[in-house]
């Protein structure tokens, strides 16, 4: 059995659809121009900037997690995701393969 979002989906018009799609990709992208600002919020600080509530901030972090990182706890935060270039490293950042924590050295 799907997940309510999907049974919403599936039953959408197009029309509510495109601008359900269209009201993410909105938040998306003003959470992102908020992080390349700031670099990390409370996900409180950014929903209030944003005005929008916490959990959609949170949801966009987490559907975006190449774009957007997210940190869970008593108070949760959003912080911008710096990508590798080719050809550098980024050895004080965790790995995805070592569970998201940073090996000692």
């Known amino acids: 059995m799907g997940s309510l979002e999907d049974w919403i989906r599936e039953h959408l018009s197009e029309p509510a659809e ?3 799609h269209e009201a993410g990709s909105l938040l998306r992208l003003s959470l992102a121009a908020l992080l390349a600002e700031v670099k990390v919020a409370g996900v409180n600080q950014a929903a209030e900037q944003l ?3 916490k959990e959609e901030v949170e949801n966009c972090a987490r559907q ?3 774009k957007i990182g997210f940190l ?3 108070e ?3 912080f911008e995701r710096i990508s590798s270039r080719p050809g550098t490293t980024n050895s004080g950042a965790a790995s995805r393969e070592s569970g998201g924590i940073a090996p000692s050295r």
Do not use: I, R, Y
């Open 18 to 20: 495109n601008l359900l």
């Open 51 to 53: 005005q929008v509530t």
């Open 64 to 66: 975006s997690p190449d």
């Open 72 to 74: 869970g706890g008593s």
């Open 76 to 78: 949760p935060a959003v």
